[in-house]
């Protein structure tokens, strides 16, 4: 029962791997995907309440993991279902596609639950792994033939990443003696203030700074954006940066010890993040260029909560992180939709949207106030509370800097909002859109305004989940 | 009390320095030779060097088999690979900016000498020898407390082998 | 908790924030425009009709909040729903539901496409300027405020003129730039406050003078920019050109006012100190306001350019007798809040009407109408007369006022701001002169029919105003008085305490 989940997604890329034998049609493929991830969303669901550990230890079900293994399966499924019949990815690999990002998700959803060094290293790799894969997978019949390119980027610098936080492990372990977390935030108060146990630190966190794009681990982001398949930006945008919040908070809450200059490193990488990102997206044609460099501004707010050390804080980062998964996936469903042929939509490429889709211009807008931050959509909720936990802890410079940079953010996003809802479609045809995708972009659009408006319910939620790791 | 270098204890030390040389020299010739193959040799000398390491770390038996799988499989289909795709030499593309060396040069210095003060500085808790490094004891120890670890690499490698395959397949056919 | 009154029976506050929320979400639904233009028509008149039925339980004599609701909202944070009316904002409520319905008649014919989109835009607006003025959590407030932006964009933005993108997006850029460091004034406030987001508890504390200082710029270029006062003015004039009639209307009447009722809300109880600090800038900056919106206004040729550049200048009064911080002032700035929502907005539409028959709000193509639209020429003739403060007017009091209080302030700061009332008067005199009789060489009007029934029905309320106010201006002072007062002693005490500590 501890375990259940995982077994499930490990039975599920079986299965996969059992198609990828055979030739089934494309809509086998596409409904058992949604009928597996749908079965694993359960799966998730039915262990919310489990506790316990396996392994022997290095592996530790509790609240905290259970709830990100829930996210993070119903974002999969998500991303499942819009698949506009995965028209970006070459057609004799379409199964391997699910299954390598089912190996993904099993990843994560391991990654989450990890609590011993090796074992987060691992199942991070696994995770990454899978996806560097899925990145070249894009077909050239899109019109982009540089996705061996963005596979090649995002490789290298995902190893440069994990190879930092691998040698910053090996300090730790030289400092401590032990790979265990427990171990670990046992003996780390005493080592504190010591220069090898702040480097260390740092670099296991460059690993995660990486998947969740902070600068300087974020380089990999527009090349990856522009040169994977649609669906596969849409997960990597949303499901894996899930999974780096949760061990940022598992690690920062180790680091708290560490004072002043974890923080003041904490504090410069968050406010270079939020301007590189949000002054580069301003000059974006590509959307989803654009909204890659918009994720590397909102992975600089999360900072913002994490580098409270408190549980608000915390709570806060994962209520955004949530968020912004939701906005995020609410655009990429958009873009999948709009994308017959699975190509990259240039920002023009919208116009007129509100006459030729108007659920999709709808949901579309939505996702992109709220990733602006206007009230009453989640990311305005999120971004407050983020601003009002930095300030608690006295940030007054960091809580400006942010709350301009959300003022600079707003350009863009009106531009993107402009095109569909301001311009005339010159000429471009309707959009398809089949009764799935639009219940599926009604539902983003509620959960992001129910989110916005009483978030009680759910910070309530991570809190309780955060105590339990603390 | 300064030891000799013909001491007991010195020549370990000379053969640890030699070691970590291989290790460091393999290393920069896998990354600066311009033919692949000559990238090759660097790599093997490196992991070498590495296998060396192990040794002084009182395991034997995963030197061994650092030896064994790194030199004698994965350097070997390297070689194998290179020399069945026949890749072009030219090695260097586009222009480089003049300043990309120095600007490099300089930060590799730092970030060098920022770690090796670091490491210099730190008192390091001298962690005793917790087993003997005996197949027994790795197997132990692979099938108990990193038994996770064990079973999730066997994933990792499941998925780098079907992946290469996805991608192998789809480049030739394109 | 003792500001407020809490509501007894039924939620009369919330019923017109959430009506025409509720409202809008049938429009998502029904599509059919003739039928959008009737239910919001119906929509926005009950909200006004029950917005009347706070008049007579409406208490002159107390300056609590009055019809308070109190709601937990977001525990964990300590946010709460609660909202509630003083002397205040019960004008500005009026003002906003009384004029909803007339701007909704003003666009029947005017919006073409995309009908029941712009009601939904209509009736989103409404909900969230009723909320602005009734909110009393910061959070509440900061939320309305900002969720605003999007309805007014999009009026601007899918209904506007012909550089509507551009006009569009400097409205959003300015107004939300400028409260963005609000919000972290407002954070500020409730880390300072024991972690509470209730606007009353904020006032009057001591906090300390570099603080003040900064929530009263952080304050300042919210509502400064919202007023706008000069020199942020730049976004209103492309603004208010651009955007449909009904637009241009609720920005002029309404969203304006949020400004300067914010100052009065926020900037003087909860930064005394600031305020009296910083007052004479903010007293020459109004200055300068009255006198360059009148020049600028004087040398247009577009009459939405002219009336917005006017506004630019009636403001500058506003905020003139905000700041001069006694009771003529602030009185005669609030009832010049209502009277340049009238008298303005009243213009707007006059101007939309024309730019119906003629597409062109171009002075010059609009020459010479008076012999072929009467009944219009007279109705836009007493409204530029009140524009321009003529005595029996409703402007004529509110600046009277004003203009006294300034006088008992300062002299020369008084006489600075007469050269305002002649410009004011020159510029509305040179658009009547054109409009009605225009010169030898107008172009033919003569194809041009007169103001149809609907338009004169969306036009009579205002006149009406116009002479009650200009005329009978004491019952809305009256309601205004306790507040005003209260406003204005616990400044002065608060004044005195300072100077009092400063002694020791």
Aim: net charge neutral; with cysteine; aromatic share 12%.
């Amino acid at each position: 029962m501890l375990f259940l989940p995982e077994l499930t997604i490990l039975g599920a890329g079986l299965l996969f791997f059992l198609l990828t034998l055979g030739q089934p049609s494309e809509a086998t493929i596409k409904n058992c995907a949604s009928a597996v991830a749908a079965v694993i969303l359960f799966t998730c669901v039915l262990c919310v309440n489990q506790t316990g550990n396996l392994f022997y230890g290095a592996y530790r079900v509790d609240l905290f993991s259970q709830i990100f293994k829930i996210l993070i399966a119903a974002a999969t499924l998500v991303v499942f279902l819009f698949g506009n019949g995965l028209k970006g990815i070459k057609q004799d690999s379409r199964p391997e596609y699910y299954l390598f990002l089912l190996v993904s998700n099993l990843g994560l959803v391991m990654l989450v639950s990890s609590v011993e060094l090796l074992a987060i290293f691992i199942a991070l790799e696994l995770s990454s792994f899978a996806v560097y894969i899925m990145v070249p997978m894009r077909t050239t019949a899109t019109g982009i033939f540089f996705q061996m390119e963005a596979g090649i980027k995002y490789l290298l610098f995902g190893v440069m990443a994990t190879g930092f936080m691998l040698f910053g492990m090996s300090y730790i372990f030289g400092l401590t003696g032990t790979t265990s977390l427990d171990g670990i935030a046992e003996q780390l108060p005493i080592l504190a203030n010591r220069p090898a146990a702040v480097v260390a630190m740092l670099m296991i966190l460059s690993g995660f700074f990486y998947k969740l794009a902070i600068f300087p681990f974020h380089f990999w982001v527009p090349d990856v954006y522009e040169g994977a398949a649609n669906e596969t930006t849409a997960f990597i945008a949303a499901v894996p940066k899930m999974a780096a919040v949760a061990l940022l908070i598992r690690l920062t809450s180790l680091a708290s010890h560490q004072g002043e200059m974890v923080l003041n490193l904490l504090m410069v990488c968050s406010i270079l993040s939020m301007f590189y990102g949000n002054l580069s997206a301003l000059v974006q044609k590509d959307l989803k260029r654009m909204l890659g460099f918009s994720g590397i501004a909102h992975a600089g707010f999360i900072l913002l909560g994490l580098l409270t050390f408190k549980l608000t804080g915390y709570a806060s980062a994962v209520y955004y992180i949530v968020g912004y998964a939701l906005m995020n996936l609410a655009c990429f469903l958009v873009i999948c939709q709009v994308a017959a042929k699975g190509e990259n939509l240039g920002i023009s490429d919208l116009s007129g949207l509100h006459k030729r889709a108007p659920i999709l211009a709808l949901t579309l807008t939505v996702a992109l106030f709220s990733l602006a931050g206007i009230p009453p959509f989640v990311g305005f909720t999120g971004k407050f509370m983020l601003l009002l936990g930095a300030l608690r802890e006295d940030h007054l410079l960091l809580v400006t800097l942010a709350a301009i940079n959300t003022a600079i953010a707003i350009y863009y996003y009106l531009s993107v909002v402009r095109m569909t809802f301001c311009s005339d479609s010159n000429g471009l045809g309707n959009v398809q859109t089949g009764f799935l995708a639009n219940s599926l972009s009604l539902i983003l659009v509620t959960v992001i305004i129910v989110m916005g408006v009483a978030p009680s319910w759910f910070v309530a939620l991570a809190e309780s989940a955060i105590k339990t790791i603390l | 009390m300064m030891k000799t270098l013909f001491s007991a204890d010195g020549l370990v030390g000379l053969l640890f320095l030699f070691n970590l040389i291989v290790t460091v020299v393999g290393g920069i010739v896998a990354c600066n030779a311009e033919r692949l193959v000559r990238a090759v040799i660097g790599l093997v000398v490196c992991f070498v060097g590495v296998a060396g390491i192990y040794f002084f770390l009182n395991s034997p038996f995963i030197a061994m088999m650092h030896i064994l799988i790194y030199i004698g499989a994965v350097a070997v289909a390297i070689s194998f690979a290179i020399m069945l795709a026949a890749p072009e030499e030219k090695m260097r593309t586009g222009p480089t900016s003049p300043l990309s060396g120095p600007i490099g040069l300089i930060s590799t210095l730092l970030l060098i000498s920022g770690l090796v003060s670091l490491a210099l500085k730190t008192e390091w808790t001298s962690v005793t020898k917790i087993n003997d490094g005996s197949v027994k004891t790795i197997g132990i120890q692979l099938l108990t407390n990193h038994s996770m670890v064990f079973e999730l690499i066997s994933i990792v490698l499941l998925l780098a082998i079907l992946g290469a395959l996805v991608i192998a397949r789809g480049g030739r056919e394109e | 908790m003792d500001q407020l009154l809490l509501n007894q029976g039924f939620p009369l506050l919330s019923t017109l924030i959430f009506l025409p929320l509720a409202g809008s979400l049938l429009l998502f639904v029904v599509r059919d425009p003739h039928f959008a233009r009737y239910w919001t028509l119906a929509v926005t008149s009950i909200v006004a009709l029950l917005s009347l039925t706070l008049l007579p339980k409406f208490d002159r004599d107390t300056a609590a909040f009055q019809f308070a609701e109190h709601h937990p909202w977001i525990e964990s944070l300590n946010i709460t729903y609660v909202i509630g009316v003083d002397g205040i904002s019960i004008l500005l409520i009026l003002l906003t539901t009384l004029i909803m319905p007339f701007c909704v008649l003003a666009s029947w014919t005017y919006i073409k496409d995309r009908v029941p989109a712009f009601m939904i835009c209509m009736l989103i607006m409404e909900t969230a300027m009723i909320g602005v003025f009734v909110a009393l959590d910061f959070v509440l407030f900061y939320i309305l405020w900002e969720a605003m932006l999007i309805p007014m964009y999009f009026l601007i933005g899918i209904w506007g003129g012909p550089r509507k993108i551009y006009a569009s997006i400097k409205f959003f850029l300015y107004t939300l730039a400028g409260s963005i460091l609000l919000l972290v004034a407002i954070i500020w406030l409730y880390t300072a406050n024991g972690y509470s987001f209730f606007i009353p508890d904020m006032m009057w504390k001591d906090y300390p003078f570099t603080a003040q200082i900064l929530l009263f710029i952080a304050f300042f270029l919210a509502f400064a920019i919202k007023v706008p006062m000069f020199p942020f003015h730049t976004w209103l004039p492309a603004a208010h050109v651009e955007a449909p009639t009904a637009g241009s209307v609720i920005l002029a009447s309404i969203l304006l006012k949020m400004g300067t009722y914010g100052f009065l809300r926020f900037a003087l109880p909860i930064t005394p100190e600031a305020t009296t600090t910083l007052m004479p800038y903010v007293l020459w900056l109004s200055i300068a306001g009255i006198i360059y919106g009148g020049l600028t206004a004087l040398a247009q040729q577009d009459m939405k350019k002219l009336i917005a550049y006017s506004s630019v200048g009636h403001m500058g009064f506003v905020t003139l007798g905000i700041f001069v911080l006694n009771i003529d002032g602030i009185e005669g700035a609030i009832l010049q809040m209502i009277n340049h929502g009238i008298t303005t907005g009243a213009l707007f539409l006059c101007v939309g009407m024309i730019y119906e028959r003629t597409h062109s709000r171009e002075l010059s193509s609009a020459t010479g109408i008076g012999q072929y639209m009467p009944v219009f020429v007279t109705l836009i003739g007493i409204f530029s007369l009140s524009s321009l403060a003529f005595p029996g007017t409703n402007s004529f009091v509110g600046e009277f006022m004003i203009l006294a209080g300034a006088f008992r302030h300062d002299v020369p700061l008084a006489l600075a701001a007469i050269p305002g009332a002649v410009l004011a008067a020159a510029y509305m005199l040179r658009m009547l002169q054109k409009i009605i009789w225009g010169g030898t060489n107008n172009p033919d009007q003569s194809w041009l029919t007169d103001l149809n029934s609907r338009e004169i029905i969306t036009l009579a309320p205002f006149l009406f105003f116009v002479f009650w106010i200009g005329l009978g201006p004491q019952p809305f002072l009256a309601m205004m008085h306790s507040s005003v007062v209260n406003l204005l002693d616990q400044f002065h005490g608060y004044q005195q305490a300072i100077t009092a500590a400063g002694m020791y």
